[in-house]
């Protein structure tokens, strides 16, 4: 039996970015520490947060505001969203009332090396191919 013309424009596209994005997150997830931390995730469309040039970033209330139709392998999300994540858990982006005086670009470097470092002993989803293969020991001081 065949579907009439009316049947195929009433059946839904399929979100392939979003399917990719719900299984990097479902990867992600599958760790308990980073399970474990609490977050609230932004995909709308017209989210002014979202990054452009990205996938994932995350605010100081906690929420991590995913490109909302960037497509992407979901080992590729599963570590954007786990970096996001280990910001949040490292408390690198505390919540504050109030102006919220923003790091400098050595400040955000300092704190994006020590949440790489520790991804690669803590194996999530898939690390860009255009990240170093270690990194400085010490703290983000």
Known sequence: MSRGPGKDRRRKKRDLAGEAFAEGMRLMKTNPALAAVEFDVCRQEECPLAPRDGLVAVDSDGTLHAHPDRLAEPAAW??????AVLHL???HVPAVK??????DR???AARCVVVNRFLLGFTVG???EHLPASYPD????
Request: glycine share 16%.
């Open 78 to 83: 599963a570590w954007a969203l786990a970096h």
């Open 89 to 91: 858990g490292f408390g």
């Open 98 to 103: 109030g102006d919220r005086v923003q790091p």
């Open 106 to 108: 050595f400040d955000l």
């Open 126 to 128: 898939e690390t860009p």
């Open 138 to 141: 010490g703290d983000e001081e």
